[in-house]
């Protein structure tokens, strides 16, 4: 049956609906069953609303991931951002880790399919929460051989994770991300200011906790607010 019939798509349609409102195993099963029956396994919109519907149901990606892999090229970056993004935050039920966002772009690149924009803003999530330096390192490398590397909402994110993934805080990194941004917005100066007063925050609280014994609370709180503010 031609992909373009009346008669797809609205079975389409219909699973489409009837993925979105799944709340138990079974009735996920039958319908990734329909969808292979079907033809529709790698439609764009079904694909990314299994794998959605996979990670909330099962509470384990290895559903959404098989899926991902049968439609080897044929699936969309969205779809794998999908994956990818869930994984990046909090992992997706039990043994999960943002560890595992990384091992589906793996996947991801490993099936042929392009990333974008928005997939290195999940796999950065990740690298904070894993706060692995040589991890955002191996991030970093991806977007400059893909082409990311002028992308402001990209390096924005960069900047945060450069100084976030690294117990000292690596300003210097975060600095150089953003004199390379050809065309900053106003998210790229909060972010470099935040970077900066994380930094001064760190100075202080080492400060607070080197004070020597015998000063009182408020002495202390005095002393750290004429620091860094001018006065």
Not at 100 to 125: E, H, I, K, Q, S
Not at 207 to 231: D, E, I, N, V
Request: contains cysteine; charged residues 15%.
């Amino acid at each position: 049956m031609p992909l373009g019939s009346p008669h797809l798509a609205s079975m389409e349609h219909e699973l489409l609906r009837i993925l979105r409102s799944i709340k138990a195993p079974r009735p996920l099963l039958q319908t990734h069953a329909q969808l292979v029956a079907a033809g529709l396994a790698a439609s764009p919109r079904l694909l990314t609303a299994l794998v959605s519907a996979a990670l909330s149901v099962l509470s384990s990606p290895r559903h959404g991931a098989a899926a991902l892999r049968a439609a080897g090229a044929d699936a969309s970056t969205v779809a794998h951002n999908t994956l990818i993004e869930r994984l990046a935050g909090r992992g997706s039920g039990r043994g999960c880790s943002p560890e595992d966002a990384l091992a589906a772009y793996a996947a991801m690149r490993g099936a042929g399919v392009p990333p974008n924009g928005f997939t290195f803003t999940f796999l950065l999530r990740a690298c904070e929460s894993l706060r692995r330096l040589p991890t955002c390192w191996c991030v970093h490398a991806q977007i400059v051989r893909c082409g990311f590397a002028g992308d402001v909402v990209v390096q924005n994110a960069l900047i945060n994770v450069y100084y976030k993934c690294s117990d000292m805080g690596d300003v210097a990194a975060a600095r150089q991300v953003f004199d390379e941004i050809p065309d900053r917005d106003v998210v790229s100066w909060n972010s470099i200011i935040g970077v900066y007063m994380l930094e001064m925050l760190r100075g202080q609280w080492n400060c607070l906790r080197g004070c020597r014994k015998g000063m009182s609370f408020h002495g202390t709180l005095l002393l750290l607010g004429s620091r860094g503010w001018g006065t």
